[in-house]
């Protein structure tokens, strides 16, 4: 078993009950969530909306590989409206980030592990240090708390 970082988020709808589902249709497909963070409240990061965003990551055990997982993510969004433009960001009913798997380091079309920008958003390391304070990101060397202390991103909280 593996264990997996997901960064949940939603400006859309029932922003709570979006993030709800998410994680029980994650379960439904073998991600056993081993702890979820609380939900944060923040501005949308990227583009302009009223619509402010409910983040949550959740710390999870499974069998999976990264490529099945991100898979199992992108059919969740679908399955919520969520709806893709290559380069776009806008408001969403459902956004699903796979942020790390173990300490593995991929970097593909398809796939780059961590995540590249995880370490610019604050509404990504918050909810992420609470479940799983002590990750230390393999790229660049730097624990939660460090990457927190650094100036890689504008306050959005």
Avoid at 30 to 45: A, D, F, Q, W
Wanted: with cysteine.
């Amino acid at each position: 078993m593996a264990l997996a970082g997901v960064s949940l988020g939603s400006n859309m709808g029932d922003r709570q009950a979006q993030l709800k589902e998410a994680a029980a249709q994650m379960e439904v497909a073998g991600l056993r969530i081993l702890k979820y963070s609380m939900i944060h409240e923040t501005n949308p990061v990227g583009f302009t909306s009223a619509n402010m965003f409910f983040n949550q990551c959740i710390l999870a055990a499974t069998p999976h590989s990264p490529l099945d997982i991100l898979e199992i993510l992108m059919r969740i969004e679908q399955k919520a409206g969520r709806l893709r433009s290559k380069g776009v960001l806008s408001d969403r009913p459902l956004d699903l980030d796979l942020l790390f798997y173990d300490d593995k380091i991929i970097n593909t079309e398809r796939l780059t592990l961590p995540h590249p920008r995880m370490h610019e958003r604050e509404f990504v390391l918050r909810p992420l240090q609470e479940i799983y304070p002590h990750w230390q990101h393999p790229v660049l060397g730097l624990g939660i708390a460090d990457m927190l202390s650094k100036s890689f991103f504008t306050k959005q909280m």
